[in-house]
């Protein structure tokens, strides 16, 4: 029973701070129109320096013990021919060291006294699991050898090679085939996710390096944008673990700016904006999701770049921003299809803004429609067939207006469909959309085990104080949405149930970190009531600096469980594994 102490804790102090609350019913309404009419909220210096603060902070978090930056960025393709080490000095190897590169195949690693006479040591199979991270092998009992032979087939691809003896010696070495060593001081004789690929960084990580080294590509499941943006990472650090999740953690650390802005220009509230921004930094998901090269942090970008561009056209009626929300919408479909459930929330709240400002007559309507024809289908679907330029010129096709250029495309959307409506799998960490909700089922990125009772692990989840304090937020919404006539909660209400409800149709395979959309609706849910206890709550500073306090706090003991960073295994189960499905 000691484990549910600290969740219900937690759910006492959510209940005390929503008792702080002011009757929804005396607090004011806030229309879309009301505010259109008075209030504009712009954004001053102060708040600018407290954005820098937030962002650069945070920013020095997320990127502290991202991964190694030293890995082997030269490969060799071993289906072309077989590499022969010789050493520098005969000795007996008892354990050798590689690195994998993409690709499938098998390598043969045999061993010799005399170049001529080989015996084979050790064979290894390299599937889609198994690329881009180190393997270490153990080699039996062997006489004293001056020359190792790595002979392959298929088209995977091997970087660094290292033999050490018994005592832990490296043996230098001399290859014939230069790609593999001739980065040795890269060689790490441990598997880790500071040093290694982990979980669907095998898939995109690896189609990064190949969309820039004109490969076709290996994960054709999602469009290309997100892989795109993952590969300038790579270009500017190398095909290292730091190289491959720089963009990502790039685009979490610009997300918080956003959502300041976000925040201030719907409730005008500094300390809101502050609070609300605080909370989604100190989020679980945000943390861990962006420091991982897979492509939903790009998705979760655009969406929320896009529903600030719409917001402010709702309020400023500037149809610049307009467009600007179509071609972020555009670049978030390009990364991932989820962003076409962001999509169809954006066009609700465009239809509920004509239906309310009928007055203004047809053509205004007209105009504003033809507008949207324009960035919300023409520029995304420009956007769309461009980001498919690496699948042309690893097919070696001339141009984009071709036929050729076009099966491409469209062969891809067939496939994608064709992939994600009938998959059929299991995982010991999906989970379904209704315990997303509740932070029931996360799931379990990376676990190691240490000899001296320590281990390593993080996952992906919210944060209680967003999940659970968000989710009740939404109740606080939906009553003033709904008997109220709040524009804002309404608008936000809108953004959550576009992310969600499409969820709940879908029968395949889903993990947790689908919510992640989600929760940018519930922190701006969690602003929405700050804003309501700043106007009318008795100490409403208290209220939120707890808050937001508490969620902070609550990062910090997960930190652990969050980052990798090593903890006593009792001890993390202790303090961590606050319900039984929670998997610390």
Same mark, same amino acid.
């Given at each position: 029973?000691?484990?549910?102490?600290?969740?219900?804790?937690?759910?006492?102090?959510?209940?005390?701070?929503?008792?702080?609350?002011?009757?929804?019913?005396?607090?004011?309404?806030?229309?879309?129109?009301?505010?259109?009419?008075?209030?504009?909220?712009?954004?001053?210096?102060?708040?600018?320096?407290?954005?820098?603060?937030?962002?650069?902070?945070?920013?020095?978090?997320?990127?502290?013990?991202?991964?190694?930056?030293?890995?082997?960025?030269?490969?060799?393709?071993?289906?072309?021919?077989?590499?022969?080490?010789?050493?520098?000095?005969?000795?007996?190897?008892?354990?050798?060291?590689?690195?994998?590169?993409?690709?499938?195949?098998?390598?043969?690693?045999?061993?010799?006294?005399?170049?001529?006479?080989?015996?084979?040591?050790?064979?290894?199979?390299?599937?889609?699991?198994?690329?881009?991270?180190?393997?270490?092998?153990?080699?039996?009992?062997?006489?004293?050898?001056?020359?190792?032979?790595?002979?392959?087939?298929?088209?995977?691809?091997?970087?660094?090679?290292?033999?050490?003896?018994?005592?832990?010696?490296?043996?230098?070495?001399?290859?014939?085939?230069?790609?593999?060593?001739?980065?040795?001081?890269?060689?790490?004789?441990?598997?880790?996710?500071?040093?290694?690929?982990?979980?669907?960084?095998?898939?995109?990580?690896?189609?990064?390096?190949?969309?820039?080294?004109?490969?076709?590509?290996?994960?054709?499941?999602?469009?290309?944008?997100?892989?795109?943006?993952?590969?300038?990472?790579?270009?500017?650090?190398?095909?290292?673990?730091?190289?491959?999740?720089?963009?990502?953690?790039?685009?979490?650390?610009?997300?918080?700016?956003?959502?300041?802005?976000?925040?201030?220009?719907?409730?005008?509230?500094?300390?809101?904006?502050?609070?609300?921004?605080?909370?989604?930094?100190?989020?679980?998901?945000?943390?861990?999701?962006?420091?991982?090269?897979?492509?939903?942090?790009?998705?979760?970008?655009?969406?929320?770049?896009?529903?600030?561009?719409?917001?402010?056209?709702?309020?400023?009626?500037?149809?610049?921003?307009?467009?600007?929300?179509?071609?972020?919408?555009?670049?978030?479909?390009?990364?991932?299809?989820?962003? +076409?459930?962001? *999509?169809?929330? @954006? %066009?609700?709240?465009?239809?509920? /803004?004509?239906?309310?400002? &009928?007055?203004? $007559?047809?053509?205004?309507?007209?105009?504003?429609?033809?507008?949207?024809?324009?960035?919300?289908?023409?520029?995304?679907?420009?956007?769309?067939?461009?980001?498919?330029?690496?699948?042309?010129?690893?097919?070696?096709?001339?141009?984009?207006?071709?036929?050729?250029?076009?099966?491409?495309?469209?062969?891809?959307?067939?496939?994608?469909?064709?992939?994600?409506?009938?998959?059929?799998?299991?995982?010991?960490?999906?989970?379904?959309?209704?315990?997303?909700?509740?932070?029931?089922?996360?799931?379990?990125?990376?676990?190691?085990?240490?000899?001296?009772?320590?281990?390593?692990?993080?996952?992906?989840?919210?944060?209680?104080? +967003?999940?659970? *304090?968000?989710? @009740? %937020?939404?109740?606080?919404?939906? /009553?003033?949405?709904?008997? &109220?006539?709040? $524009?804002?909660?309404?608008?936000?209400?809108?953004?959550?149930?576009?992310?969600?409800?499409?969820?709940?149709?879908?029968?395949?395979?889903?993990?947790?970190?689908?919510?992640?959309?989600?929760?940018?609706?519930?922190?701006?849910?969690?602003?929405?009531?700050?804003?309501?206890?700043?106007?009318?709550?008795?100490?409403?500073?208290?209220?939120?600096?707890?808050?937001?306090?508490?969620?902070?706090?609550?990062?910090?003991?997960?930190?652990?469980?969050?980052?990798?960073?090593?903890?006593?295994?009792?001890?993390?189960?202790?303090?961590?594994?606050?319900?039984?499905?929670?998997?610390?």
């Amino acid at each position: 029973m000691s484990r549910y102490i600290f969740p219900a804790l937690v759910l006492v102090l959510l209940l005390l701070f929503y008792l702080g609350l002011p009757s929804l019913s005396s607090t004011p309404m806030y229309s879309l129109e009301g505010q259109r009419k008075h209030r504009r909220h712009s954004l001053d210096r102060a708040d600018w320096m407290i954005m820098l603060c937030i962002t650069v902070l945070f920013g020095a978090v997320d990127f502290a013990q991202l991964g190694s930056i030293s890995a082997p960025h030269s490969f060799h393709l071993m289906s072309e021919e077989e590499a022969v080490l010789t050493f520098e000095k005969a000795g007996n190897p008892a354990e050798m060291s590689f690195f994998t590169g993409v690709g499938y195949g098998e390598y043969t690693f045999s061993l010799s006294g005399d170049g001529v006479t080989y015996n084979d040591v050790i064979h290894f199979t390299q599937d889609a699991g198994d690329v881009l991270r180190w393997q270490i092998q153990p080699i039996a009992g062997t006489e004293e050898v001056s020359y190792a032979r790595i002979t392959g087939s298929g088209n995977a691809w091997l970087g660094e090679v290292a033999f050490f003896t018994a005592e832990g010696e490296k043996m230098e070495a001399a290859s014939t085939v230069a790609a593999l060593c001739d980065e040795q001081e890269t060689i790490r004789r441990t598997y880790d996710f500071l040093n290694s690929s982990y979980f669907d960084e095998i898939y995109h990580a690896r189609t990064a390096w190949e969309h820039l080294n004109n490969v076709a590509p290996y994960e054709i499941s999602h469009p290309p944008l997100g892989k795109i943006i993952i590969s300038i990472g790579i270009a500017l650090f190398g095909m290292s673990p730091f190289g491959w999740r720089f963009s990502g953690t790039l685009f979490g650390v610009l997300m918080l700016p956003v959502m300041y802005v976000f925040i201030k220009k719907m409730f005008g509230s500094r300390r809101a904006a502050v609070c609300g921004t605080l909370v989604f930094a100190t989020d679980f998901m945000h943390f861990v999701q962006t420091r991982i090269a897979t492509i939903d942090t790009y998705a979760v970008f655009f969406i929320l770049l896009m529903y600030l561009f719409m917001y402010l056209f709702l309020i400023e009626e500037k149809l610049w921003m307009l467009a600007l929300s179509g071609i972020a919408f555009g670049l978030g479909a390009a990364s991932k299809w989820t962003c +076409l459930y962001a *999509g169809a929330g @954006l %066009a609700v709240l465009w239809a509920a /803004y004509w239906i309310c400002n &009928r007055e203004k $007559g047809f053509r205004p309507f007209a105009a504003n429609a033809l507008l949207c024809v324009v960035f919300f289908v023409i520029v995304p679907c420009a956007i769309y067939y461009l980001s498919y330029l690496p699948y042309g010129k690893a097919n070696q096709v001339e141009g984009i207006f071709n036929r050729d250029y076009w099966n491409i495309v469209l062969s891809n959307q067939k496939y994608m469909f064709s992939y994600h409506s009938s998959l059929v799998a299991e995982h010991p960490y999906a989970s379904r959309w209704y315990q997303w909700m509740l932070d029931i089922r996360p799931i379990l990125y990376y676990l190691q085990y240490f000899d001296d009772g320590t281990r390593s692990s993080f996952g992906a989840f919210l944060n209680p104080m +967003l999940c659970w *304090g968000g989710l @009740l %937020a939404l109740f606080v919404l939906f /009553y003033r949405a709904l008997f &109220r006539r709040d $524009g804002d909660a309404a608008f936000i209400l809108t953004g959550y149930l576009a992310q969600l409800l499409p969820w709940v149709l879908v029968t395949r395979l889903t993990f947790e970190y689908h919510y992640f959309p989600c929760s940018i609706f519930l922190v701006l849910a969690i602003a929405y009531v700050f804003r309501l206890m700043e106007e009318k709550a008795d100490h409403p500073v208290f209220y939120l600096y707890s808050f937001t306090a508490v969620s902070a706090v609550l990062f910090v003991v997960f930190y652990p469980a969050l980052s990798g960073m090593r903890i006593d295994n009792a001890l993390a189960t202790q303090l961590l594994g606050w319900l039984p499905t929670w998997p610390f």
